[in-house]
C-alpha cells in the first residue's frame, strides 16, 4: 500500500467505527477541500449504501457565492440530505465582520451556530475535516474527540488513544466530534484529490477575480455589502482555504489545475491557514475557540 | 513514498520538543508565518532568552505554554527527499504516561532522548519499557545536552553501556551524540563529535527499517453490515493480516460458520484480492449469520477463541483497578465485559489474568496488534482506563460449553406462579434496609411466594468470612452476593438482597447478571446524621471513635443510586408503610 492507501484505509476505518457504535451522526460539511475529501471517503466507507448520515452546514450568510452553489449542486448530484443552519440570533441582528468584528462574527455564526444545530438535532457524532497539520492545538487533538454537554473541549484531559480502538461511549447529551483527516496534510489533500478526481469549489483555481487590500490581505469583493472606499482591482488570485469571503485572504497564483496547486504548495514558504484572519486574533486562539465548541 | 511514524520520549526537560522544533527547522520546513508566530512567541512566554524557544512549536496547548511542559501528545508532519514522517512528541512526566503510550501505540519506531548530564533516568527506563511493550522495534537512543558535558565521548559510551544493559527486547538500539539546542548531529554530522563515525538522527530516521505487518493467514475484521436494499448484503471491515482473495474459503469467528468469498467490493469496482491494511466490503457465497464484531479468517488456518487471557496491562486512570469490579474491554470491533485479577494503581504495567464474559477471536499482541490489543472502559465514567495486550489464552473456552438444561426458568416460574426477580436494597448503615427487608419478605411468604433474603451481615459469618472491608474486599463482596442471587433466579424465587453495597459499578454488575425485568434497586434513603443517630449496632461511635476503619459514610464513600426503580425516604415513611410500597411496585413490574 503506498502512503495515500494507506491514509484512505484508515480514514474508512475511522467512519465506519464512528457509525456502527454512534446513534446520531452527521457530516459538517464546510464545503472545502478537505469536505470535499471527507465526503468521498464517507462515500467509499458505505458503498454500496450511501452514507448513513446527513450533511449540515452552519452557514454564515458570508460565505462566498461559488460555495454555496457548489454546496446544493454537491448535495443534489449525490441525493443526500442537507441541512443548512444559519443561527436565527445573527440572522435577527445582522452580524456581520465589518461591523462586529471577525471574533464575534465567528464566535455567533459558527461556534454558537454550530452548537444549537447539534442541540436541535441531538446529533451525538459529528464528522469534521479538521487536520492535525493546520494548527498547534489541533495537533494535540484525538481523532475520537470527546466533548461535554455544553460541547467544550478538555484539552488538558484528553481519552487515551491507543491502536485503531476508538473509545465511542458517550452519556446522553455528550457527543464525539470525529475527525477522519487527522493524519492527512494539505499535500496528501491535494494529490488525493488529483488521483481521486475529486470535484472541488472552484476559487481554489487562479482566475481573475476583483480584490481589494484589507489588513494586509487580499480580499475578495464578492458582493455589494461590502464597504468599500475604492475600486476593486482585477488580479489573478486563488484561494488557499475557504471560509467567509470578507475573511479569507486571496494568495497571488497562476495555479489553474490541481498538478499546478501540488506544484505551487511544493514550492510554498507559508502555511494555509496563513489567509485566514479569524486564527490571528489572538495566539492560542484557536484552542480557546475550540473548547467553546468551534469546530 | 514510504511513511514512518516515530515517537520522541524520555524524561521530562531531556529536550524532545526542542529535537522537534529543530529538525523542522534544519530541513528548512518551518512556514515563515509560522516562524514569524514562534519568533513573538518566544520573546513572550520562551525559556531561551533571545533566542528561539522550539519547544513552543509543538507545545500547542496554553496550559504547556504556560508550564514550560509537555502535556498531550503532539502530531508533526514533515517530510525529506528520503521520507514522509509523523512525529508523535510525548510527554515527559510520569502524570502524563498514558498520553505517552498513545503516542507509542501507533509509532513505527521510537526516538528516546536523554540528558547526559543525567543518564539513563527511572523515566528514561520506564519509556524504553513502555516502547519495548507496545511491540516498537526501533530505537534510536538521543543523548542530548552532549554541549554542556563538554562532547565527552567517555560519558556518552557509559550511557551507552548503562542502556543497553537494561537488555530490552529491541531489534536495533543506535545510540547518536546530540546537542538538540545547538544542532549537534541532528540533521547532518557534526565536527565537534569527530570521535562518532555514526549517523545523525534524521539520516537513521531515513534508513531506519520499517516492519511490515506480519504476513500469515487472512483475517479481516467486520465493522459494519452493509445493507442498502434486500438484494446487497455485504460485510465493511479491514483486512487486519494476509491477503483476501475472491474464492477464498473463510469460518467465521466466534463459532464454526463456514462460506466463501463471493465478491471483494470497493465504490472503484470489485477487487480480486485485497492485501493487509485495505478497507473493503466482503460479500460470501451463503447466507450465513455474520454481524460486527466477526472475523472472517482463512477457513484452513483460523484464529484461536478464548475468554482468559494473559496480557500486559497499563492502567491509565486515577482510580485504581479493583479486581473483581466489571469493567468494559473494547477488543477488534466488539465491546465485553471483563474483569481484571490484579489491583493496579495510576501508570502502573503488570501482567494479568484477564477474564471476558464472551469468548472472542484473538491472537497474541505478537502476532497481530489489532487482535491481540485491548483498551479498557469504565463502565460508568466511560473513561478509557487502561489498555492491554494479549501474551496468551488462559483457557481455550472451546472446552467449556455452557449447560443447556431442560428445566429451566420458565418452567420453575410457571410452577412457582410467579416470576423471579432481585430486590436489591442498598443504603448507609442503619439506614432500615433488613427491617424493611424482612418485612417485604414477611408480606411475600404470606402470599406464598418463593422468596429468600440475603443479608450482608449474614452472609460475612459464612460465604464472605475471608473478606474485610477495603474497597477491593467490597468489590468482591457484592460480586459474590451478586451470583449467588443471580442463581438464585434461576431456581426461581424472589430474592431479597440488602447490603450496603456502596459503589455504583458493583451495583450495575448485579443488575447485568439477571434480564433487564428482574432487577429492582430500593435505594433506601436515609441521611448520614440520621442513621449515625439511630445507630442501632453502635458502629458509628466505634468509627468516629476510629475503632472501625473503612465505614461507610465515615471514612469510605456511598455511591447513591442515580435511578434506582424505589427511593424510600426513611425520614418520611415508617418502615412497614416503606415495606407496602415495595410489595406494591414489585406488583406493578408483574412479579407477583
Known sequence: MNHLDRLEADSIDIFREAVAESERPVLLYSIGKDSSVLLHLARKAFYPSKPPFPLLHVDTTWKFREMIEFRDRTARELGLELIVHRNPECVALGINPFDHGSARHTDLWKTQGLRQALDKHRFDVAFGGARRDEEASRAKERVFSFRTRQHRWDPKNQRPELWRLYNTRVAPGESIRVFPLSNWTELDVWCYVERERIPVVPLYFAKERPVVDRDGALIMVDDDRMPLTEAPRQELVRFRTLGCYPLTGAVRSTARTVPEIIEEMRAATTSERQGRVIDHDQSGSMERKKQEGYF | ?592
Not at chain 2, 55 to 62: M, R, S, T
Not at chain 2, 465 to 485: C, K, P, Q, Y
Open chain 2, 1 to 592: 513514498m514510504e511513511l514512518l511514524r516515530f515517537i520522541t520520549c524520555g524524561s521530562v526537560d531531556d529536550g524532545k520538543s526542542t529535537l522537534i522544533g529543530r529538525l523542522l527547522y534544519e530541513s528548512k520546513l518551518l512556514y515563515t508565518d509560522h516562524l514569524a508566530a514562534l519568533e513573538a512567541d518566544s520573546k513572550r512566554v520562551g525559556t531561551r532568552g533571545d533566542d528561539l524557544d522550539f519547544a513552543l512549536l509543538v507545545d500547542g496547548l496554553a496550559a504547556e505554554r504556560e508550564q514550560g511542559i509537555t502535556i498531550d501528545v503532539a502530531h508533526r508532519f514533515f517530510a525529506t527527499e528520503a521520507r514522509r514522517f509523523i512525529v508523535a512528541d510525548t510527554p515527559g512526566h510520569e502524570q502524563y504516561t498514558r498520553n505517552m503510550v498513545t503516542g507509542a501505540s501507533t509509532a513505527d519506531a521510537a526516538v528516546i532522548l536523554l540528558d547526559a548530564r543525567k543518564g539513563v533516568l527511572a523515566q528514561t527506563r520506564r519509556h524504553a519499557h513502555i516502547v519495548s511493550l507496545l511491540g516498537i522495534r526501533h530505537v534510536a537512543l538521543a543523548v542530548n545536552k552532549l554541549d554542556l558535558v563538554g562532547y565527552s565521548k567517555e560519558i556518552f559510551d557509559k550511557i551507552c553501556g548503562e542502556f543497553t544493559a537494561l537488555g530490552l527486547d529491541f531489534a536495533e538500539v543506535t545510540c547518536v551524540p546530540m546537542s538538540a539546542t545547538d544542532g549537534v548531529n541532528v540533521v547532518g554530522r557534526s565536527e565537534l563529535t569527530p570521535w562518532y563515525d555514526g549517523k545523525s538522527l534524521l539520516q537513521w530516521l531515513e534508513s531506519v527499517e520499517i516492519d511490515e505487518a506480519p504476513d500469515g493467514p487472512s483475517r479481516f475484521l467486520v465493522q459494519w453490515v452493509n445493507r442498502p436494499d434486500a438484494d446487497f448484503r455485504g460485510y465493511s471491515g479491514r483486512v487486519l493480516r494476509g491477503t483476501l482473495r475472491k474464492g477464498d474459503p473463510v469460518r467465521v469467528l466466534p463459532g464454526d460458520r463456514e462460506s466463501v468469498v463471493d465478491r471483494i467490493v470497493t465504490m472503484d469496482g470489485d477487487l480480486a484480492e485485497a492485501p493487509t491494511g485495505t478497507s473493503v466490503t466482503v460479500v460470501l457465497a451463503d447466507e450465513v449469520d455474520v454481524s460486527r464484531g466477526d472475523v472472517l479468517a482463512a477457513a484452513e488456518d483460523p484464529p484461536g477463541t478464548a475468554d482468559t487471557f494473559q496480557a500486559h496491562l497499563v492502567w491509565m486512570d486515577e482510580s485504581g483497578l479493583l479486581p473483581g469490579r466489571q469493567y468494559l474491554a473494547k477488543i477488534g470491533a466488539r465491546t465485553v465485559n471483563v474483569t481484571i485479577e490484579k489491583p493496579l494503581q495510576l501508570n502502573e504495567i503488570a501482567v494479568a489474568d484477564v477474564h471476558f464474559d464472551t469468548p472472542v477471536p484473538f491472537e497474541t499482541y505478537r502476532t497481530n496488534r489489532d487482535l491481540g490489543s485491548f483498551v479498557v472502559l469504565d463502565r460508568l465514567t466511560n473513561a478509557t482506563v487502561g489498555a492491554g495486550m494479549i501474551d496468551c489464552a488462559l483457557r481455550r473456552s472451546a472446552n467449556v460449553r455452557w449447560q443447556t438444561l431442560t428445566v429451566d426458568k420458565r418452567a420453575r416460574a410457571e410452577r412457582n406462579g410467579h416470576r423471579p426477580c432481585v430486590v436489591w436494597l442498598t443504603g448507609l448503615s442503619g439506614a432500615g434496609k433488613s427491617t424493611i427487608a424482612d418485612l417485604v419478605e414477611k408480606t411475600l411468604h404470606a402470599e406464598g411466594r418463593h422468596t429468600f433474603l440475603l443479608d450482608g451481615d449474614n452472609v460475612r459469618h459464612g460465604l464472605n468470612s475471608d473478606l474485610g472491608f477495603t474497597d477491593a474486599d467490597r468489590v468482591e463482596n457484592i460480586r459474590r452476593i451478586a451470583e449467588v442471587a443471580a442463581l438464585m433466579v434461576q431456581a426461581g424465587l424472589i430474592v431479597l438482597v440488602s447490603f450496603i453495597s456502596p459503589f455504583r459499578a458493583e451495583r450495575a454488575l448485579a443488575r447485568d447478571l439477571v434480564e433487564e425485568n428482574e432487577f429492582c434497586e430500593v435505594f433506601v434513603d436515609t441521611p448520614l446524621s440520621v442513621a449515625e443517630q439511630r445507630d442501632p449496632k453502635g458502629l458509628y461511635a466505634r468509627a468516629r471513635r476510629g475503632e472501625l476503619a473503612n465505614f461507610t459514610g465515615i471514612d469510605s464513600p456511598y455511591e447513591p443510586p442515580e435511578n434506582p426503580e424505589i427511593r424510600l425516604d426513611t425520614t418520611a415513611l415508617s418502615p412497614e408503610v416503606a415495606a407496602g410500597v415495595v410489595v406494591a411496585k414489585l406488583r406493578a413490574l408483574g412479579i407477583c
